[in-house]
């Protein structure tokens, strides 16, 4: 039973270990939701293509293929 706290919890203990910035650490929560990057960048009034680039980052810094890998690694956890 994953609650809203932990998921706080873990997406800050994340954002540490892969040393991401705040807007990456906001984004990254965003996709852990399941969401798009249309979706993200309409909730964070942001181009898609600005969320592009985030999540990309956010991939190489985790060193995840992909955001599936990503999703998958982290409910792993």
Do not use: C, M
């Not at 994953?2 to 954002?15: P, W």
């Not at 990254?28 to 898609?48: F, M, T, Y």
């Amino acid at each position: 039973e994953h609650s809203g706290a932990d998921l706080a919890d873990r997406i800050r203990e994340l954002a540490v270990h892969f040393e991401l910035t705040p807007r990456e650490t906001e984004i990254l929560r965003l996709v852990l939701l399941g969401k798009d990057n249309q979706n993200i960048a309409a909730e964070l009034s942001l181009a898609p293509g600005t969320v592009k680039v985030h999540v990309h980052n956010i991939l190489k810094k985790s060193q995840k293929a992909n955001r599936q890998e990503l999703i998958q690694d982290y409910w792993d956890y």
